[in-house]
């Protein structure tokens, strides 16, 4: 059986409620369910991902010469 995505809120009494179409009557089913909040539309990075930005402390650690581009082609 495929994963089910379902986007869903919270009541004000901080439950949630769900309700899983699956197609097949008087049939039992495991179910394994995973709960986490929703990111922001904005929010792409996960909390904290910028922290380790200049973490190197290491001295000798040097980026190597990068080369140069060639030139663009003309059309």
């Known amino acids: 059986m495929s994963p089910i995505l379902i986007h869903s809120r919270s009541g004000p009494d901080s439950k949630l409620r769900?309700?899983?179409p699956v197609a097949q009557p008087n049939t039992e089913f495991d179910v394994e369910v995973v709960v986490r909040?929703?990111?922001?539309a904005g929010?792409?990075?996960?909390p904290g991902y910028f922290d380790l930005f200049g973490s190197i402390t290491d001295e000798t650690f040097v980026r190597p010469p990068q080369g140069?581009?060639?030139p663009p082609a003309d059309f």
């Open 18 to 20: 769900i309700e899983v």
């Open 68 to 70: 140069e581009l060639p």
């Open 37 to 40: 909040p929703k990111q922001p």
């Open 43 to 46: 929010d792409a990075w996960p």
